[in-house]
């Protein structure tokens, strides 16, 4: 892992504003919070730079993508094997996001398809990957908390 710049309050009242009102300009950021535009540039220029800001495609909605089923599904991987799996797993378009686990498996990934023939698919097509032993998976029947950050940055605000 590598190390990640810690935020301040500044950044932790830009990044709100910034959940609050994804689209803001610059301009309506320094207005709002009462910063210069060239801090505002700067500390977000800061944020993207170091890995503060993921991408857009966490914006992205699976459903309205035409993939309405999210799937978990947790590996279990030949340890010596893991990293030539992690680069199979990557050219999966499928799967979204993954992580490494300590535990039972050692990977958890997370995953989109269109149905369940899909999903008999995709697993077929993972268990196939030098190095995976096995396969646990789990369907989601509904997201009930949406990706969230902004509760943290609101409690951490001023400490």
Request: charged share 25%.
């Amino acid at each position: 892992m590598n190390s990640m710049l810690k935020i301040d309050d500044t950044d932790r009242k830009i990044l709100l504003a910034l959940i609050e009102r994804p689209r803001s300009s610059i301009a309506a950021l320094a207005e709002k919070l009462g910063l210069a535009r060239n801090t505002i540039y700067a500390r977000l220029n800061n944020m993207e730079q170091n890995g503060v800001l993921k991408n857009y495609d966490r914006r992205v909605h699976g459903e309205a993508a035409g993939y309405p089923l999210t799937v978990f599904m947790a590996l279990s991987v030949e340890q010596r094997s893991l990293p030539r799996v992690v680069e199979d797993l990557k050219k999966i378009p499928e799967i979204i996001q993954a992580h490494g686990l300590a535990g039972q498996f050692d990977i958890l990934v997370r995953l989109l398809c269109t149905d369940s023939d899909d999903l008999y698919r995709l697993n077929q097509i993972m268990l196939t990957i030098a190095g995976v032993i096995r396969s646990e998976t789990w369907m989601s029947v509904g997201e009930l908390i949406p990706f969230r950050v902004a509760p943290l940055l609101e409690r951490d605000l001023g400490q």
